[in-house]
């Protein structure tokens, strides 16, 4: 019902800057939250940053002030302006979605393919 297209991954020099787009089109009544999830080879999924429908948001500790989450309603699209990258940033970068499909119902998360955002010299 809900599809996410990613965009902004590449490869970056550490210090170096990256800015990450997601954008959900389907058949969905709403978007509470959105979000960026990451993972590393050998690592879980973890949370990078989230902005519910009001605009709250929330940071993992490992972000440290780098990263700036913001999002269009008019559009439906999430980005994440991610600043002073690190190599331990390397990783494969997701966008999460909590989408209502029926008014007045419990939203299901929706996720994106994933885009690739590696931090090396």
């Known amino acids: 019902q809900v599809q996410l297209v990613e965009s902004g991954g590449g490869l970056v020099q550490p210090g170096g800057s990256l800015r990450l787009s997601c954008s959900a089109s389907?058949?969905?009544?709403?978007?509470?939250?959105m979000g960026w999830y990451r993972q590393a080879p050998g690592n879980q999924r973890e949370l990078v940053s989230v902005i519910s429908s009001t605009g709250s948001v929330q940071y993992a500790d490992f972000v440290q002030g780098r990263f700036t989450i913001s999002r269009d309603n008019a559009e439906n699209t999430v980005y994440v302006e991610m600043n002073s990258l690190k190599p331990e940033d390397t990783a494969v970068y997701y966008c999460?979605?909590?989408?209502?499909?029926?008014?007045?119902?419990?939203?299901?998360?929706?996720w994106g393919q994933g885009t690739q955002v590696t931090v090396s010299s």
């Open positions: 999460n979605v909590q989408a209502r499909l029926v008014p007045g119902m419990r939203t299901y998360p929706y």
């Open positions: 389907g058949r969905f009544f709403s978007i509470d939250a």
